[in-house]
């Protein structure tokens, strides 16, 4: 791919989808690379912060998006009305849930630092637990980019989501640990914009990308 083509990438993988066509199947080779692409991301030295949760499950994956009315409609009266995130309806879905340190790495050769020994000895303070928490959503937030701009280059649309009811996507997906974050990958449905709920119709707002300086120190 050139530089245009690369740049188109992110936009697209900027965008969220809520719409989706779900004649159509993800091959097994796209789903392999996007799984590829989500567990072999940086992450503090190499540790694995976090677990993925591929689902193409149709009963699941409706199950879940029942569980994420946290959009508001409006806010200008007492009734606030919520949507339900539909970037979750999409033909994969994908939940990151946080990695139980103590049984991952308790056969672990290698120290990885001195947060994850204490962890491990039972023994760890407030700083390291705040330091280790840090590391995990940078991880998380880390393999989401790849995976999502991964799947903006083969050409799906992606949507991410934060708003749903922690407890009851745990209990669905039989986690033991806390489900920190969603994200929707799939075929687009191209005959209607991006951001017409899947199922209701309601248009979600379009908000513009805020502009993030750049400090060039040559």
């Not at 879940?64 to 200008?76: C, D, L, P, Q, V």
């Not at 083969?154 to 669905?172: H, S």
């Not at 248009?203 to 513009?208: G, M, Q």
Request: charged share 25%; with cysteine; net charge negative.
């Amino acid at each position: 791919m050139d530089h245009a083509e690369i740049k188109k990438a992110v936009i697209r993988s900027q965008h969220c989808q809520r719409n989706w066509d779900l004649e159509k199947t993800i091959p097994q080779d796209d789903l392999d690379l996007l799984a590829h692409a989500v567990t072999n991301c940086p992450s503090k030295q190499n540790i694995a912060f976090y677990k993925v949760h591929f689902i193409t499950n149709r009963d699941v994956i409706e199950e879940i998006h029942s569980k994420t009315e946290g959009f508001a409609r409006n806010y200008t009266d007492e009734n606030v009305v919520y949507e339900t995130n539909s970037q979750t309806l999409a033909n994969l879905l994908i939940a990151f849930e946080v990695e139980d340190y103590i049984l991952r790495h308790e056969d672990d050769a290698v120290v990885r630092n001195d947060e994850m020994m204490s962890y491990d000895e039972g023994r760890y303070t407030e700083l390291e637990r705040s330091i280790l928490l840090r590391d995990t959503h940078m991880a998380m937030g880390i393999a989401a980019g790849y995976v999502n701009l991964t799947a903006s280059m083969l050409g799906y649309g992606t949507g991410c989501c934060a708003c749903f009811d922690e407890d009851a996507v745990k209990n669905i997906l039989n986690a033991d640990n806390d489900i920190e974050l969603l994200m929707g990958i799939g075929f687009k449905n191209t005959k209607v914009n991006r951001r017409i709920h899947h199922k209701t119709g309601f248009v979600f707002p379009t908000k513009k990308k805020q502009l993030i300086s750049i400090n060039h120190i040559n």
